[in-house]
């Protein structure tokens, strides 16, 4: 338990570190900065900016120390699922580093191609979680408040996996083509996701 500790320190460390980034750079930033890009690289979203350079990576922190809590709670009920812990702990201070740094970069007028960097993340956050989470055991799960159904089996989560690897490659694939295809893949994994999610329900409620 004290290695996880450990990780979690340093993985809520490394979330916070940007912020040096931010602050070294401040007085060149806009007072509004563009926070949010549509598929078509176009702003459509802003914040002021010290609300971005110091309060994103402590909102990115929050979320952090929540999905990390959980599945240490659930590791912690049920068998420990190492590997798929480390993965979720490196998650979000990965995910910081790449937002705040093109966030910046941005704010600081260089050009960012903002899709790429987007679907690169999200690829590799699908592809990662669905290579790792068939190693889950099933009672680690349900005892997370996560559970895809009232009792979800090994079966389940090795389909769920496959989903998010598929859609994670898929996902990549996407960027060789027009924004709306990155939509569309992203729309069918949401849709494919809910029907293994019911056909998890229905089997587990026979």
Request: glycine letters at 8%; aromatic letters at 12%; a positive charge.
């Amino acid at each position: 338990m004290k290695g996880k500790w450990k990780t979690l320190l340093v993985t809520s460390l490394v979330i916070l570190a940007p912020i040096i980034y931010g602050v070294s750079v401040y007085n060149r930033l806009p007072a509004r900065m563009v926070t949010h890009w549509g598929f078509n690289n176009q702003p459509n979203g802003w914040m002021v900016k010290p609300l971005l350079v110091f309060g994103l990576p402590c909102l990115m922190l929050l979320i952090h120390l929540v999905a990390v809590g959980a599945t240490y709670y659930a590791g912690a009920k049920g068998r420990p699922a190492p590997r798929m812990e480390r993965v979720v702990a490196w998650i979000f201070p990965v995910i910081t580093i790449v937002a705040y740094t093109i966030t910046i970069r941005y704010g600081l007028g260089e050009a960012v191609d903002i899709r790429l960097w987007t679907v690169i993340m999200v690829a590799a956050i699908l592809i990662f979680i669905g290579n790792y989470l068939p190693t889950v055991p099933p009672e680690s799960v349900n005892k997370s408040g996560f559970h895809l159904s009232k009792s979800s089996s090994q079966s389940d989560l090795r389909s769920i996996g496959y989903c998010l690897v598929l859609f994670g490659v898929l996902t990549l694939l996407s960027l060789f083509f027009p924004a709306i295809l990155t939509v569309i893949v992203l729309v069918l994994f949401i849709i494919s996701l809910l029907g293994l999610m019911l056909v998890s329900y229905r089997k587990s409620a026979k």
